[in-house]
Each structure stands twice: as structure tokens, then as C-alpha cells.
């Protein structure tokens, strides 16, 4: 009950941050891109815009995720409401979810609006809706939800800035963690070799939440993954949360 | 009493928070050997890839340009490595046909980035097989660059080794000729397709030029030989026509050269470049040089 008020208040707090105004950049990106880029295209412009659409919704969630995620805790902090808060009968780790769940259920009222958007200029030209794309979308959304954890995390120990890049480096990696296996393949085997696999397992993987590239091309998609990755969000995320409260439990706001 | 309640909620309180802290940590702990052994499960999955697909749907790199807020040169060094992964991936069966569009876009967004046309050129003769694209692209290169002497060079290079054209050869090496800085073997190979085309004015004027301002003697040398060969190329041709004529004219072959000069169809009989009488052989009228000119 007490998580729950915390989250509907922080997405009131969010829509009183007029967050929902970056729909309309959505909304610009979407058709001015889209159109432009097809225009110009040699090749399919229905591919394009597919692309442009879904690499919009999963760059505006992010920057959603990250931007109010990094100020989620310090905001609290800075303006000494924590102080009100923590003294009325809240626990610190029910604090901290009740922030997550609420910046979620902004980040998936966004991305139904997004997705509605994106739907509506797919149907414009072709006059079909690909409901495979909404696949691709959840598990966009599935990443949101880790980075939101991501963001949360950094939150907890330091300033915006530097969380907000902490985030953007933790997502880049995220993205680029298949490289570390073809490093893994070219050491030879020894303690270096060790070191490379334990972080290539322990480091983020978040191709597992892109399926963009097999959307789009119409490519089969394993359901064993699906159930996996999905599996891994969630422990992952999990995971993210538990770090943030044992790093929250012991912060000290003075 | 009141401290002995105290200390007991004291103690209760640290108890609860450090069985809390426990909890946490274990829960920390199954969480990641739980998505440790995911991430390993996620790995064994297959999934089907498009490698590079997207590379095709770029816009022209004029359009392109305005898109990259001043960061043309860093998208085309990224569109550069891209299209090497792409290209080196051989179950894309169709990706030569893009070949053009992809190195024209890095052209327009870094004009003066060399390795591109270079490397474009040498997938579009060796992988694609297609030595007018290659030509295509190198001509775009020098556009581009007109002091890059390199892309008339690999173009003439081409068209001489690949396609054995050696009218094309002789003019890219000629335009590469003109270009400062082009190095001194352009000449000899220009000077080496006009022989090949039977100039063999031009390729004797060139082969000259290159012995008299050589300065290493393994040049004048080479220089030396290639003028034999003219020389020997352009005898041998003249007399083997007298003695087509001498048969013409008398019904059989003349017994030694000289009886062309007492037919009147030589003024005189000519010798190599190092003053010996050409091999004649009157049973079959061939006229060879008595030396192999790469030999001598």
C-alpha cells in the first residue's frame, strides 16, 4: 500500500515534470525521420520506417529511464523531503521500490503512447498493422525497466550527472557485450581468459532484449529466448534493486 | 528499567537490521548465479541474424551530409568499417549490389578519405568480379582527389592485369604520369602498354626518356631491354612483311635477308640494338631476334 502511493506519487511528480511533452518529439521524430529518410532511401521504406519508429521508442524510453531515474533519489534528498518521508512509518527499501514502479508506470504509459503513434504512421503506409512489431516493443520496454533499476541504482550513491553517465556507459555496454566474447576467443587460455568470461557473464547483456533486426525482417524468433530473456530481465533487474537498497540502507542524507 | 528497555529496543533494532542486511545479501547472491546462469542459457540460443542489413537503406551521401551535424568524416570512417564487416561476410549473397551506393555515400560524406576507394576497388574486382565498378570507383576517387596519383595507378593496373586492356592501361597510367609525385615505374608501365597497343613510337620515345634520366643502373638497364625489344618488334614486323611481298612477287622464299634488299623492298637489312643480324629462317620465312630481350 505504502509502495503503491509512493509510485502514483512519483508519476504525478512526472507529469507535473511535463515529461509527457517529449511525446510530441516522439511524434516529430517519427513522421519528419521517417518520411525524409524513405524518401531517400534506395530500398524498402517501410523497413525504414519500422526502424526509425522502433529505434525511437527505445531511445526516448531511455533517455526517460535515465534522465528522471539519476534524479529520482537526489531530488529527495535536495529538498529534504526524504527527511518527511523516513520520518513517517516507510522503510528505506519501500521507498526505493515504490520510486521504481512509479518512474515503470510512467516509462509503459509513455511507451503505449508511443507505440499508438508509431502503429498509427506504420497503418498510414501500408494500411496493415504488424502486430509482430509489438513484440520487439515489450521487450524494449523489458530493457526500460532494467535501466530504470540501472538508473535507480547510481541514484542511490551519487550526483545526476554523474549517474546519468554511469547509466549511458552501463547501457553501452550493455550493447557491446558480445564483442567481450570474441576478445574471450582470441586470449589464450589462463587467469586473463578467466577474468574476460567472468565479466563477459556478469556484465549486462541487453541484445537479449533487442529484437528489432528480427521484427523488421520478418527472421523467427526462438521462443526458448523469449522465455529467457525475459527470465534474465527480471533477475537482472532483481538484482539491480537489491544492490540500490543495500547501498540505500546505509546512506546517510546529512 | 527505562535504560534496560532502551538498550533491549536498541539491540532488537540492530538485530532486525542486520537479519535484514543478511537477507538482502543472499537474495544479492541467488540473483546473480540465477542471471549468471541465464546470460549462459541465452548464449546456446541461435538467432538468426541480417548481418549488415541496414547498410543498404543509407541515403545518398549528399543527403547524408546535412544529417551528421559536422560529423561527417567520424560516419564515414564508421560506414567504412561497417561495409568491411559486410563485405567480409560471405552469406549475404547479393551484397555487391550495393557496392557503388556504400562507397559513394563515404565518398560524399569524406571525399579525401583514400583507403575507401582503394579498398572499394579491390572488392569490386577480386570479390564482386566486376572491374567497371572498380573503375567507377577509382574514377570517383580521383574526382575527388585529382592529386592522387594512386587511383589512375590501381586503375591502369587493373585494366592491364585483370581485363588485359591495355588501350584503358595506357590511359589511366597516363593520367597518373601527369600527376606530381607519381612514381618513376608509372612511366615504365605506361611506356610498356603503348607497346602492348604497338605504339611503338610512344613506347620508344618513353623507354628513352626513362634510360636518359634514370639513375639507378638497374633502370637504364630495364630501359635498355624494353628498347631492344621495340626495336627488334618493329624490324622484325618490317622484314617479315618484305619476305611476304618477296613470296608474292617470286612464288617462294628468299634463300637470306639480303636478296629483299636486291629485290628493292629493303634499302638495306637492319640489325638489333646491339648491332647483330636478326635469325632468318628461309623454310618457314620467320625473322627472330637472336637475343630473348629480357634475357640480354
Avoid at chain 1, 521508442?57 to 535515465?66: D, E, K, N, P, V
Wanted: aromatic share 14%.
Amino acid at each position: 500500500m505504502k509502495i503503491t502511493t509512493i509510485a502514483l506519487n512519483t508519476f504525478k511528480e512526472a507529469k507535473r515534470d511535463r515529461v509527457l511533452y517529449l511525446l510530441f518529439f516522439f511524434v516529430a521524430v517519427c513522421l519528419i525521420f521517417s518520411r525524409f529518410l524513405a524518401l531517400l532511401t534506395v530500398g524498402d521504406r517501410v523497413k525504414i520506417i519500422k526502424d526509425v519508429g522502433l529505434a525511437s521508442i527505445s531511445l526516448f524510453g531511455m533517455l526517460m529511464a535515465i534522465l528522471m531515474g539519476t534524479g529520482l533519489v537526489y531530488k529527495e534528498i535536495d529538498k529534504k523531503t526524504i527527511f518527511t518521508l523516513l520520518a513517517k512509518p516507510i522503510h528505506r527499501v519501500e521507498f526505493l521500490l515504490g520510486k521504481y514502479l512509479g518512474l515503470v508506470l510512467t516509462i509503459f504509459i509513455m511507451t503505449v503512447l508511443m507505440t499508438a503513434v508509431f502503429l498509427l504512421i506504420l497503418f498510414l503506409h501500408t494500411f496493415t498493422i504488424d502486430w509482430k512489431i509489438l513484440l520487439a516493443i515489450l521487450y524494449i520496454f523489458f530493457e526500460l525497466c532494467l535501466m530504470t533499476a540501472v538508473a535507480l541504482l547510481f541514484s542511490t550513491f551519487s550526483s545526476p550527472i554523474l549517474a546519468t553517465l554511469f547509466s549511458l556507459a552501463f547501457y553501452l555496454i550493455g550493447h557491446l557485450s558480445w564483442s567481450l566474447e570474441m576478445l574471450i576467443k582470441k586470449v589464450k587460455a589462463g587467469a586473463g581468459r578467466v577474468v574476460l568470461q567472468a565479466l563477459y557473464i556478469v556484465l549486462p547483456d541487453l541484445e537479449n532484449f533487442n529484437f528489432k533486426t528480427e521484427v523488421v525482417h520478418n527472421l523467427p524468433i526462438p521462443t526458448s529466448l523469449l522465455g529467457i530473456s525475459f527470465l534474465y530481465g527480471v533477475v537482472y533487474t532483481a538484482f539491480l534493486l537489491l544492490l540500490a537498497m543495500l547501498v540505500f540502507r546505509r546512506r546517510d542524507f546529512i | 528499567m527505562e535504560a534496560k528497555i532502551e538498550a533491549t529496543v536498541k539491540n532488537n533494532g540492530e538485530k532486525f537490521l542486520s537479519h535484514q542486511r543478511n537477507l538482502l545479501v543472499v537474495f544479492l547472491i541467488i540473483s546473480l548465479l540465477l542471471f549468471s546462469f541465464l546470460k549462459i542459457q541465452t548464449d546456446k540460443v541461435v538467432r538468426k541474424k541480417v548481418p549488415g542489413s541496414s547498410i543498404i537503406y543509407l541515403p545518398s551521401g549528399k543527403h547524408l551530409k546535412y544529417m551528421t551535424f559536422g560529423y561527417s568524416s567520424l560516419i564515414a570512417d564508421l560506414i567504412y568499417l561497417w561495409a568491411i564487416q559486410y563485405y567480409g561476410t560471405y552469406e549475404i549473397a547479393d551484397r555487391f549490389n550495393y557496392l557503388e551506393h556504400i562507397f559513394s555515400i563515404i565518398a560524399e560524406l569524406d571525399p579525401k578519405y583514400v583507403d575507401p576507394y582503394e579498398v572499394g576497388a579491390l572488392i569490386a574486382v577480386y570479390e564482386a568480379h566486376d572491374p567497371e565498378l572498380a573503375f567507377k570507383i577509382l574514377d570517383m576517387g580521383l574526382e575527388k582527389n585529382p592529386d592522387m596519383w594512386i587511383f589512375p595507378f590501381q586503375a591502369g593496373h587493373i585494366a592491364q592485369m585483370n581485363l588485359k586492356d591495355f588501350d584503358l592501361a595506357r590511359e589511366y597510367y597516363r593520367k597518373a604520369m601527369e600527376i606530381p609525385g607519381a612514381p618513376p615505374i608509372t612511366k615504365r608501365l605506361f611506356a610498356h602498354a603503348a607497346f602492348k597497343t604497338t605504339d611503338y613510337q610512344t613506347s620508344w620515345e618513353t623507354w628513352k626518356e626513362v634510360y636518359e634520366t634514370a639513375e639507378e643502373d638497374w633502370v637504364k638497364e630495364i630501359a635498355l631491354n624494353h628498347l631492344y625489344r621495340i626495336k627488334a618488334a618493329v624490324d622484325t614486323e618490317a622484314l617479315t612483311e618484305a619476305v611476304k611481298k618477296f613470296q608474292e612477287r617470286f612464288g617462294r622464299l628468299p634463300a637470306d635477308l639480303n636478296q629483299l634488299v636486291r629485290a628493292g623492298l629493303i634499302r638495306e637489312v637492319p640489325t638489333d640494338l646491339d648491332g647483330q643480324e636478326y635469325l632468318y629462317d628461309p623454310q618457314t620465312g620467320e625473322v627472330t631476334p637472336q637475343r630473348v630481350w629480357w634475357k640480354r
